[in-house]
């Protein structure tokens, strides 16, 4: 607690931060059209997953990207061919905001896959022409943007501790380069 004696004012400071999170969970079923009709699945996997975000007001969009690669039989399970289909999707997460005014609309959205794109199931359609494949992934996203943080700060007296510093007992920028950082590796 300050003293009658201090002067004590406050300073706001201008710095990066994280203003807003999100997560999201997202399932999808895609149909992929073989160009014979599948008799059996074979093997499904998603392949050249690719995104972008971007900040879209109290939510990131983000728009990206996935092969979807199926190996299936046909004629009767005597004949196998994998095809391949390119899925283009957008996901938006909703924001929890932490401050809801930046300083600056100039903000870094950091999005990333938290589980990528994989199948779940993948099975032949109803009428048998065609694969229905489930996918599954998850994202989560910062924004980060200039913000404000309030300090205190006191003029007239300072700190006993700072006071008492003997600054010519501190280690130098020279004495730090010789210092041995393996000093706790085995040694064989």
Same mark, same amino acid.
């Given at each position: 607690?300050?003293?009658?004696?201090?002067?004590?004012?406050?300073?706001?400071?201008?710095?990066?931060?994280?203003?807003?999170?999100?997560?999201?969970?997202?399932?999808?079923?895609?149909?992929?059209?073989?160009?014979?009709?599948?008799?059996?699945?074979?093997?499904?996997?998603?392949?050249?997953?690719?995104?972008?975000?971007d900040?879209?007001?109290?939510?990131?969009?983000?728009?990206?990207?996935?092969?979807?690669?199926?190996?299936?039989?046909?004629?009767?399970?005597?004949?196998?061919?994998?095809?391949?289909?390119?899925?283009?999707?957008?996901?938006?997460?909703?924001?929890?905001?932490?401050?809801?005014e930046? +300083?600056?609309?100039?903000?870094? @959205?950091?999005?990333?896959?938290? *589980?990528?794109? $994989? &199948?779940?199931?993948?099975?032949?359609?109803?009428?048998?022409k065609?694969?229905?494949?489930?996918?599954?992934?998850?994202?989560?996203?910062?924004?980060?943007?200039?913000?404000?943080?309030?300090?205190?700060?006191?003029?007239?007296?300072?700190?006993?501790?700072?006071?008492? +510093?003997?600054?010519?007992?501190? @280690?130098?920028?020279?004495?730090? *380069?010789?210092? $041995? &950082?393996?000093?706790?590796?085995?040694?064989?």
């Amino acid at each position: 607690m300050p003293s009658e004696k201090q002067n004590v004012r406050y300073r706001e400071i201008v710095t990066k931060a994280v203003c807003g999170k999100g997560r999201k969970h997202c399932k999808d079923t895609h149909v992929i059209k073989p160009p014979q009709k599948p008799s059996s699945i074979l093997g499904c996997w998603i392949i050249n997953h690719k995104y972008e975000a971007d900040r879209k007001g109290d939510s990131v969009e983000i728009i990206g990207s996935y092969d979807i690669n199926v190996w299936y039989s046909y004629d009767d399970n005597t004949k196998t061919d994998v095809t391949t289909e390119n899925v283009a999707y957008t996901e938006v997460l909703p924001l929890a905001m932490k401050q809801k005014e930046w +300083i600056s609309d100039d903000v870094d @959205v950091i999005a990333r896959t938290i *589980k990528q794109p $994989n &199948t779940l199931e993948a099975t032949i359609g109803e009428k048998g022409k065609d694969v229905k494949v489930e996918v599954e992934k998850e994202f989560a996203a910062e924004v980060v943007g200039e913000t404000k943080v309030c300090i205190q700060v006191h003029d007239d007296e300072e700190d006993d501790d700072y006071k008492n +510093i003997k600054w010519e007992e501190q @280690v130098a920028d020279e004495e730090l *380069k010789d210092i $041995n &950082t393996d000093f706790l590796k085995d040694k064989k």
